[in-house]
């Protein structure tokens, strides 16, 4: 599973067409499933090539929309959550903050990567009370590189 939080509301429609465009071997549905939606009628289970997201509000003041991808491959799927907010950052020109495990701090829980206006940047989330309408919002710590990662048409990770 995938997730991300983005700084303006998208449409489910946007969310989609970004998806099925990054992975078009895929079919990509919206499925609120959590909330008690019902399946896509078209939505088959035992076909890998089908997968959902879920779009809903966050808890994150300055990043109010949460999405959560599900169905993709199990493997790399941080690396995967990447790509993907950085693609859905450059296509609507957003913000997006991809949760993300520091290679140097693994233990570290708070770290994020935000993706802004083309750059990536080193977040950190410890000061941000989630929920709550006064919290501190997430900390840009520094412009951060990420290693290059490709992904073939049915989000599987390409070594490079």
Request: hydrophobic letters at 40%; one cysteine or more; aromatic letters at 14%.
């Given at each position: 599973?995938?997730?991300?939080?983005?700084?303006?509301?998208?449409?489910?429609?946007?969310?989609?067409?970004?998806?099925?465009?990054?992975?078009?071997?895929?079919?990509?549905?919206?499925?609120?499933?959590?909330v008690?939606?019902?399946?896509?009628?078209?939505?088959?289970s035992t076909?890998?090539?089908?997968?959902?997201?879920?779009?809903?509000a966050?808890?994150?003041?300055?990043?109010?929309?949460?999405?959560c991808?599900?169905?993709?491959p199990?493997?790399?799927?941080?690396?995967?959550a990447?790509?993907l907010?950085?693609?859905?950052?450059?296509t609507?020109q957003?913000?997006?903050?991809?949760?993300?495990?520091?290679?140097?701090?693994?233990?570290?829980?708070?770290?994020?990567?935000?993706?802004?206006?083309?750059?990536?940047?080193?977040?950190?989330?410890?000061?941000t009370?989630?929920?709550?309408?006064?919290?501190?919002?997430v900390?840009?710590?520094?412009?951060?590189s990420?290693?290059?990662?490709?992904?073939?048409?049915?989000?599987?990770?390409?070594?490079?």
């Amino acid at each position: 599973m995938e997730d991300f939080y983005v700084s303006e509301m998208l449409s489910t429609g946007q969310i989609q067409e970004c998806l099925q465009a990054a992975m078009p071997s895929l079919t990509v549905f919206e499925w609120a499933m959590l909330v008690g939606d019902q399946e896509p009628m078209e939505f088959d289970s035992t076909n890998p090539k089908h997968i959902f997201f879920e779009a809903d509000a966050a808890e994150v003041p300055q990043f109010p929309q949460h999405i959560c991808i599900y169905r993709t491959p199990n493997e790399h799927w941080e690396a995967r959550a990447l790509w993907l907010g950085q693609k859905l950052s450059a296509t609507y020109q957003v913000d997006v903050l991809v949760p993300f495990t520091h290679p140097e701090k693994p233990d570290y829980p708070y770290y994020d990567i935000v993706f802004q206006n083309g750059s990536s940047y080193l977040a950190d989330d410890s000061e941000t009370e989630f929920g709550e309408p006064a919290a501190k919002p997430v900390c840009l710590l520094e412009s951060y590189s990420l290693p290059r990662a490709k992904f073939d048409t049915f989000g599987n990770y390409i070594i490079v």
